[in-house]
T-cell receptor, first 114, second 116 residues
Framework: DGGITQSPKYLFRKEGQNVTLSCEQN?????MYWYRQDPGQGLRLIYY???????QKGDIAEGYSVSREKKESFPLTVTSAQKNPTAFYLC?????????????FGQGTRLTVV | AQKVTQAQTEISVVEKEDVTLDCVYE???????LFWYKQPPSGELVFLIR??????QNEISGRYSWNFQKSTSSFNFTITASQVVDSAVYFC?????????????FGSGTRLLVRP
């Protein structure tokens, strides 16, 4: 089945560590996105990529990094510079990076700093 | 700046009641798109509907209907004869073209609880 796979579903990180969240899609979509969801705040855009080897910062990129070496994959690294990383992270993709195309979402990764 | 407001944080209804989820948006552009997504307890957001700024026709899909009114910048979502399976968080989102890039701006969501 086509879709977006995020792993792991739950992730625990010690303070000062970097962690990488995986996002893979087999929908042949050009665009991919990372969102952060906090209680009562909706979704906020971290990074997005319209094509391979290219990506742009979203609204809250500080403390995060991404890469887009393959069309299918868009991993997100949460670095130690991110002050409050505990949140639910959602990866999404869309066929084109245009405003009229709907995004498809993965099931999310819940990151907790311990 | 563009903004999406979902003033209802949480709504609780009894099964078979009708319920309307409100969405108010702000944008300077004349061309934009509005979306509704459903987030069930499993976590992933599920696309429900897309509406462009030039199409103010209301839409009905089964028990779901959407009322788009540009005059009040609102894009409200009504569930008729609600069911327990409708329990989820619902997000309204706005998309517009900004310097050749595309961004979805989400509201804070409305949690709907349908009680049996």
């Amino acid at each position: 089945d086509g879709g977006i796979t995020q792993s792991p579903k739950y992730l625990f990180r010690k303070e000062g560590q970097n962690v990488t969240l995986s996002c893979e899609q087999n929908l042949n979509h050009d665009a991919m996105y990372w969102y952060r969801q906090d209680p009562g705040q909706g979704l906020r855009l971290i990074y997005y990529s319209q094509i391979v080897n290219d990506f742009q910062k979203g609204d809250i990129a500080e403390g995060y990094s991404v890469s887009r070496e393959k069309k299918e994959s868009f991993p997100l690294t949460v670095t130690s510079a991110q002050k409050n990383p505990t949140a639910f992270y959602l990866c999404a993709s869309s066929l084109l990076a245009q405003m009229n195309t709907e995004a498809f979402f993965g099931q999310g990764t819940r990151l907790t700093v311990v | 700046a563009q903004k999406v407001t979902q003033a209802q944080t949480e709504i609780s209804v009894v099964e078979k009641e009708d319920v309307t989820l409100d969405c108010v948006y702000e944008t300077r552009d004349t061309t934009y798109y509005l979306f509704w997504y459903k987030q069930p307890p499993s976590g992933e957001l599920v696309f429900l509907i897309r509406r462009n700024s030039f199409d103010e026709q209301n839409e009905i899909s089964g028990r779901y209907s959407w009322n788009f009114q540009k005059s009040t910048s609102s894009f409200n979502f009504t569930i008729t004869a609600s069911q327990v399976v409708d329990s989820a968080v619902y997000f309204c989102a706005l998309s517009e073209d900004m310097d050749s890039s595309y961004k979805l701006i989400f509201g804070s969501g409305t949690r709907l609880l349908v009680r049996p």
